[in-house]
């Protein structure tokens, strides 16, 4: 059994990590810095009982998490690192990622998981082998034979800005997968509804990748007509059809140092698909009417809002194609499934659109919260985009309620979107702050009283009268929801 490093400025945090230890029955010692760190490592990094694992915070005094990250990464000895972070963004999980880290945490981070992972890294198979292998060092270098394993040197100096919002568990995941395979040439292929951000997964893969200061070109299956799919993508030659009336480079050939983007890849004609595999094997294209092959150095990511492995079994998509596509699958999940990050993301949103459209400043209120929260949202992100644009056009003041959100949501309908499906998920969901009867109330009341304000033109005498309370109770009402009466 090995040793765990705790390497946190916070003595507090170092406290509460040790006590994980010594839960989990393992060994520990703890550092305030990364010089610290070194030192201990140092001092125990030869031995049978050295440290097998840093729990690593990013903000350190002196040289940071990330740094010290870096260095481990090169160490042929090298322990496993779990980052840990206050910061708990896209960045820093695919940064952590990247750099060759075994896991990632966001502050606060869970107990519970924090001992599981020092119980599975820092014992690991020693507990019942009695050996030093392990199933993957940090720096998980590619298997042997396999070119789409090859790691190539990172780009130096490339910005790269965070795109996607989200810091809800199933998020993390994602950013996470986006970091251990942006710094190989493994073909990715994305998997999720429409709506849930793919081709901002894509982009950044590419982004964080090697080939960040190559193209990034998109190509949708699903809009280029059947008969121009070939030349869209390998390119064409004059004269090699009517209308060719120049040469014409393809996508493969424009991506070529970059990255290809292959957006709903399940909807190319099977009679098509063969040409493909060709390529992403040969790593060479044809032109339509070419009379020799060109050579590409592309990164192909896919993506698909639809069933791959089902459409294998009705003949409709290539087993063969699909293996060479999906050698990394990624699963985006939907909005529904993304906990607390649909307000996270409406501020965002009306923070950008606000000064697009308003040109001041727009926030969203307290009562338009629980509306939010009740709708299924089956177009995921890009219906949240759009609703929040839409209420913002009909904003008069400077916050987003429950009033301009009300006939852009649909209350009722199918059992996901209605009063079943709100019970649902507030009974599935973490407690919210007042509880899980409070949040019911509230859901329901707001849009409530936003109807019938919304109907009476802001009467709110003749509002309290069609809910049928006084208009005290009323304006009681809509100050605990934060509504604000006038």
Not at 331 to 336: A, D, V
Not at 399 to 423: F, H, M, N, Q
Not at 429 to 440: F, L
């Amino acid at each position: 059994m090995r040793k765990v490093l705790i390497v946190d400025d916070e003595p507090s945090v170092r406290f509460v990590l040790a006590r994980t230890c010594e839960r989990a029955g393992v060994p520990w010692e703890e550092a305030g810095s990364a010089e610290e760190a070194r030192e201990k490592l140092s001092q125990n990094g030869a031995s049978r009982e050295g440290i097998g694992l840093v729990l690593l915070d990013v903000r350190l005094p002196g040289d940071d998490g990330f740094t010290l990250l870096g260095e481990l990464s090169q160490r042929p000895d090298s322990p496993f690192v779990v980052v840990m972070t206050a910061e708990d963004t896209m960045r820093s999980a695919v940064e952590a990622m990247k750099r060759g880290a075994a896991d990632y945490l966001g502050k606060p981070f869970d107990l519970t998981r924090v001992e599981r992972l020092v119980k599975d890294l820092a014992i690991g198979p020693e507990a019942e082998h009695g050996t030093e292998e392990r199933s993957e060092p940090v720096h998980s270098p590619a298997p042997e034979g396999d070119d789409e394993g090859e790691e190539r040197p990172g780009p130096k100096d490339v910005a790269i800005p965070d795109m996607l919002i989200g810091r809800s568990p199933a998020m993390v995941e994602v950013y996470k997968e986006i970091g251990r395979v942006a710094r190989t040439e493994m073909t990715v292929l994305l998997m999720g509804e429409s709506g849930t951000g793919k081709e901002l997964v894509a982009r950044a893969i590419h982004g964080n990748s090697p080939r960040a200061r190559g193209p990034f070109v998109t190509v949708n299956m699903a809009a280029i007509p059947r008969d121009l799919m070939e030349s869209e993508l390998y390119g064409h030659e004059k004269g090699s059809f009517t209308g060719a009336v120049e040469r014409r480079p393809g996508k493969f050939e424009l991506a070529n140092g970059g990255t290809l983007f292959l957006d709903e890849i399940g909807e190319m004609p099977v009679e098509l698909q063969a040409k493909l595999l060709r390529v992403l094997q040969e790593r060479e294209v044809d032109r339509v009417g070419g009379t020799r092959p060109l050579s590409v150095d592309v990164r192909i990511v896919a993506a698909t809002n639809a069933d791959l492995a089902r459409s294998v079994e009705e003949g409709r998509f290539r087993r063969d194609l699909y293996y060479r596509l999906a050698v990394v699958p990624i699963r985006l999940p939907p909005l529904r499934e993304r906990e607390g990050d649909v307000i996270l993301l409406a501020r965002y949103f009306i923070s950008k659109y606000g000064e697009q459209l308003k040109g001041r400043p727009m926030a969203l209120a307290r009562d338009a919260e629980p509306l939010l929260l009740s709708h299924g949202w089956p177009g995921n992100v890009r219906e949240l985009q759009n609703v929040i644009q839409r209420a913002l056009l009909k904003l008069a003041g400077a916050r987003i309620g429950a009033k301009e959100l009300l006939g852009l949501l649909p209350t009722t309908g199918s059992s996901d979107r209605g009063l079943a499906g709100l019970v649902e998920r507030i009974l599935d969901s973490p407690p919210p702050e007042g509880g899980r009867h409070t949040a019911a109330l509230t859901a329901i009341e707001a849009p409530l009283i936003a109807g019938a304000l919304a109907r009476t033109k802001g009467n709110q005498l003749r509002a309290a009268e069609v809910l049928g309370m006084n208009r005290n109770t009323l304006r009681e009402r809509m100050r605990a929801l934060g509504m604000k009466p006038k």
